[in-house]
């Protein structure tokens, strides 16, 4: 069971860092400006978050994405892809839910949280809008709007999968431009609706302590426009109701993608009352059982003797069994046979000691058959397309000198990097 100490937040919008204190909102300028145990919600300053249709399994969608992403110019940097969610279409069509940020970016928030003494489980912007719709658990398609500053941020889905996403922008806060704001998000769910051949008919609006006016069109007929409940607080000395601190409530600490050991200290703090309360409990148990054990040592002691004369006699009497050899000689000639195989220590060496130093490995896939080893290689070669080809075709070379059998051997490029994929096999000798 968790702890019941309320969350701490932290949340980053439009480049301004908020701290929530009770009833109180205050500016810092950092998340290592707080002490204990934090939620860091982010909207990771020049991020996107799309919904994407790629042509991929699953497992490569995100590869895909990021390669999409720069070959159309939205991003001039190496990216890295947050995925929300996976739905695969067909065999080989996958959709998701993702959003995109510059590497470099991404990193600077993972070091800010490992430098920070206490645990911080990070959460991206559009994760929490997603956690609101999957909790308002409508059959049919709906819209959650969340409008902070000049930005309003739209995401359109059902319980089960997200069918947009999108953040629409206005020049500034003036009164013109967030009423075209509205217009902007009004004329992005029709859009959607025509491509998706679907209706939203039901808008959830959260709002912040700058969201301003509801939209000119919350009266339209034929969608049913609702406010997330909202609390009271203070911010710079004048109250505010916000509704966007629910939506945090809403949230499972599963969302985070903060590394697996913060999750894991973040967790095991939550966990330490209950576990003291546990664990005194037990000792208390244990005393008690103590002293009731001391009164009846003597008479276990004479049971227990009487017990094992009697196993003695039984043992004796009992007639001799035929030995099962025929199952114990086919578990050892098993056992021959899993010793043949490579290990997997020696697979992963026998890649390292062939792979190129231009070249990395992604995706790293090994499956034992019953004769053999399968393996799966797929990964990038950041040089010069002959260079890379060549480092390529010798640490296919090296390998099947190795033992190994080549099955697949694909190698594509493009004008920064190139991909590989390659599938190997090790029968047994």
Same mark, same amino acid.
């Given at each position: 069971?968790?702890?019941?100490?309320?969350?701490?937040?932290?949340?980053?919008?439009?480049?301004?860092?908020?701290?929530?204190?009770?009833?109180?909102?205050?500016?810092?300028?950092?998340?290592?400006?707080?002490?204990?145990?934090?939620?860091?919600?982010?909207?990771?300053?020049?991020?996107?978050?799309?919904?994407?249709?790629?042509?991929?399994?699953?497992?490569?969608?995100?590869?895909?994405?990021?390669?999409?992403?720069?070959?159309?110019?939205?991003?001039?940097?190496?990216?890295?892809?947050?995925?929300?969610?996976?739905?695969?279409?067909?065999?080989?069509?996958?959709?998701?839910?993702?959003?995109?940020?510059?590497?470099?970016?991404?990193?600077?928030?993972?070091?800010?949280?490992?430098?920070?003494?206490?645990?911080?489980?990070?959460?991206?912007?559009?994760?929490?809008?997603?956690?609101?719709?999957?909790?308002?658990?409508?059959?049919?398609?709906?819209?959650?709007?969340?409008?902070?500053?000049?930005?309003?941020?739209?995401?359109?889905?059902?319980?089960?999968?997200?069918?947009?996403?999108?953040?629409?922008?206005?020049?500034?806060?003036? $009164? $013109?431009?967030?009423?075209?704001?509205?217009?902007?998000?009004?004329?992005?769910?029709?859009?959607?609706?025509?491509?998706?051949?679907?209706?939203?008919?039901?808008?959830?609006?959260?709002?912040?302590?700058?969201?301003?006016?509801?939209?000119?069109?919350?009266?339209?007929?034929?969608?049913?426009?609702?406010?997330? $409940?909202?609390?009271?607080?203070?911010?710079?000395?004048?109250?505010?109701?916000?509704?966007?601190?629910?939506?945090?409530?809403?949230?499972?600490?599963?969302?985070?993608?903060?590394?697996?050991?913060?999750?894991?200290?973040?967790?095991?703090?939550?966990?330490?009352?209950?576990?003291?309360?546990?664990?005194?409990?037990?000792?208390?148990?244990?005393?008690?059982?103590?002293?009731?054990?001391?009164?009846?040592?003597?008479?276990?002691?004479?049971?227990?003797?009487?017990?094992?004369?009697?196993?003695?006699?039984?043992?004796?009497?009992?007639?001799?069994? $035929?030995?099962?050899?025929?199952?114990?000689?086919?578990?050892?000639?098993?056992?021959?046979?899993?010793?043949?195989?490579?290990?997997?220590?020696?697979?992963?060496?026998?890649?390292?000691?062939?792979?190129?130093?231009?070249?990395?490995?992604?995706?790293?896939?090994?499956?034992?058959?019953?004769?053999?080893?399968?393996?799966?290689?797929?990964?990038?070669?950041?040089?010069?397309?002959?260079?890379?080809?060549?480092?390529?075709?010798?640490?296919?070379?090296?390998?099947?000198?190795?033992?190994?059998?080549?099955?697949?051997?694909?190698?594509?490029?493009?004008?920064?990097?190139?991909?590989?994929?390659?599938?190997?096999?090790?029968?047994?000798?």
């Amino acid at each position: 069971m968790m702890g019941s100490n309320p969350r701490q937040y932290v949340i980053e919008l439009d480049g301004v860092v908020y701290r929530r204190s009770g009833e109180e909102l205050e500016q810092i300028s950092n998340v290592k400006d707080v002490q204990g145990d934090t939620w860091f919600i982010s909207d990771l300053e020049s991020a996107i978050s799309r919904t994407m249709t790629v042509e991929t399994p699953a497992k490569y969608a995100e590869v895909m994405v990021r390669k999409k992403l720069q070959e159309t110019g939205e991003f001039d940097e190496p990216i890295f892809v947050i995925s929300h969610d996976k739905r695969k279409k067909d065999k080989n069509t996958t959709d998701i839910f993702f959003t995109a940020v510059p590497a470099r970016l991404y990193h600077r928030y993972l070091d800010e949280i490992k430098a920070h003494e206490d645990s911080v489980l990070l959460f991206p912007l559009f994760s929490v809008l997603q956690g609101v719709l999957r909790r308002m658990r409508h059959p049919k398609p709906v819209a959650v709007v969340f409008r902070h500053g000049r930005f309003a941020d739209l995401l359109i889905g059902t319980g089960k999968a997200v069918l947009y996403a999108n953040r629409c922008v206005a020049f500034d806060t003036s $009164e $013109e431009q967030l009423s075209a704001l509205w217009n902007m998000v009004k004329t992005d769910m029709t859009a959607a609706e025509a491509e998706h051949r679907m209706k939203v008919d039901r808008v959830l609006l959260l709002n912040w302590i700058d969201s301003g006016a509801e939209p000119e069109w919350s009266d339209d007929m034929e969608r049913e426009i609702l406010s997330m $409940e909202e609390e009271k607080l203070s911010y710079n000395g004048q109250e505010h109701l916000v509704s966007f601190l629910k939506a945090l409530d809403m949230q499972s600490s599963l969302k985070a993608i903060s590394p697996p050991s913060e999750k894991s200290a973040y967790y095991s703090r939550q966990c330490l009352p209950s576990l003291n309360a546990i664990l005194a409990l037990a000792a208390l148990l244990c005393i008690v059982g103590y002293f009731w054990f001391a009164q009846k040592a003597d008479l276990l002691g004479r049971q227990l003797a009487a017990a094992q004369g009697e196993v003695v006699r039984m043992e004796h009497e009992a007639p001799m069994e $035929e030995i099962p050899y025929k199952e114990t000689l086919a578990f050892a000639r098993d056992l021959i046979r899993y010793r043949k195989l490579p290990s997997y220590k020696s697979v992963l060496n026998d890649i390292s000691e062939a792979l190129p130093k231009a070249m990395s490995v992604d995706v790293l896939k090994v499956d034992y058959a019953e004769e053999a080893v399968n393996i799966e290689i797929f990964g990038k070669a950041k040089t010069a397309f002959d260079s890379a080809y060549l480092g390529y075709e010798e640490f296919t070379k090296t390998l099947t000198q190795r033992g190994y059998t080549l099955a697949e051997s694909k190698f594509d490029t493009d004008i920064r990097e190139s991909e590989f994929l390659t599938r190997l096999t090790k029968e047994i000798r």
